[in-house]
């Protein structure tokens, strides 16, 4: 039970301790990235907002670059400590804290966890469902370009089905499933090779197209 805290919130505790625990040079499942890498993402994303939009917007990214030098010259633990105290009580990222990092920490815990020869985690019964109501909208965006449609069966909750453009996906068996527990398929969602899936059918037809 996490109580009063969130899950975003443990995971973030658990991240510092790990951050602190590899240190600044351990690999990441993100391509190129070491832990300083992801610590400097995490904190530009929460703490510069404008600089971070600099991901997706092309006229941004100057500022993205210099906002993340400057945090990559920091010393990483304080770095990490200042990122593992949340938002400032000014940073209106505080009030959707819950709701807005619940997948961006998992995902990244378990950048540094299976880069480190760490497996997947057990979770709870609500956790899980919880994880189920957010895989739902990001399988359907990621895999929306799929040739053919993707059922996703999370183990024990209820499945999901993407990329059904004709709805055929109850008539017929051209279609693609993917099985595993909940948190894999959104690693898996995700891009994250690591994650412990099973794919059955025509895999060329998947197309992830938002990651």
Not at 8 to 20: C, I, P, Q, T
Not at 48 to 59: C, L, S
Not at 151 to 175: F, N
């Amino acid at each position: 039970m996490l109580g009063l805290m969130s899950f975003s919130s443990a995971e973030r505790a658990k991240m510092v301790a790990l951050f602190h625990k590899l240190g600044p040079d351990a690999p990441t499942l993100c391509e190129g990235w070491t832990t300083r890498d992801l610590a400097v993402h995490l904190w530009v994303r929460e703490n510069r907002p404008v600089a971070a939009a600099g991901i997706f917007i092309n006229a941004l990214s100057g500022q993205l670059e210099k906002e993340s030098r400057t945090a990559a010259e920091r010393d990483f633990d304080e770095l990490v400590d200042d990122w593992g105290r949340g938002p400032a009580t000014y940073n209106p990222v505080r009030f959707v804290e819950a709701q807005q990092n619940f997948v961006e920490h998992f995902v990244h815990h378990e950048d540094m966890r299976r880069a480190n020869g760490m497996g997947p985690r057990d979770f709870s019964a609500r956790i899980k469902q919880q994880m189920h109501s957010y895989l739902k909208p990001l399988a359907k965006a990621a895999l929306r370009k799929s040739t053919r449609p993707v059922i996703i069966q999370p183990e024990g909750l209820l499945r999901i089905v993407a990329a059904d453009k004709h709805h055929v996906a109850d008539k017929g068996d051209a279609v693609v499933r993917v099985t595993g527990e909940v948190g894999e398929l959104i690693l898996w969602s995700f891009g994250r090779e690591a994650a412990e899936v099973s794919v059955e059918g025509d895999a060329t037809a998947i197309v992830k197209s938002i990651f």
